[in-house]
């Protein structure tokens, strides 16, 4: 009798020891999972923060570019008065109204 409960002991431990090598395989199998969706997570953040600097971009050369094709609209409103009238580039800005500080722009590009 004495050989079973040994046995059983020894049967016993074979298994507690396997429950904590599963247990550390699953540990280690959690923490590669974890290590996982944090690397993801950060990959999502670093492509999301890379998405909103395109777009903020994308506006500031759009913004350039209205800018750009107003001061042209003007300049050629400006040479067609110029024209018309036989006035100087300074008095069709004036008659124009263009601002101040986009004169240096429709000067530049008379």
């Known amino acids: 009798m004495r050989e079973k409960i040994s046995g059983g002991t020894a049967s016993a431990d074979a298994m507690k020891s396997l429950a904590k090598r599963a247990r550390c395989y699953l540990d280690e ?11 993801q997570e950060q990959e999502e953040r670093d492509y999301m923060i890379f ?5 903020d971009e994308r506006a500031e050369a759009r913004d ?6 107003k001061a042209v609209g003007k300049a050629e409103a400006a040479r067609s008065l110029m024209e018309s009238l036989d006035i100087t580039k ?16 429709v000067l530049a590009l008379l």
């Open 90 to 105: 300074e008095k069709a800005m004036e008659l124009l109204k263009i601002p101040a500080e986009l004169q240096p722009k």
């Open 51 to 55: 998405e909103m600097r395109l777009r």
């Open 29 to 39: 199998i959690d923490m590669e999972r974890i290590h996982f969706v944090k690397q």
């Open 64 to 69: 350039e570019g209205r800018a750009e094709g």
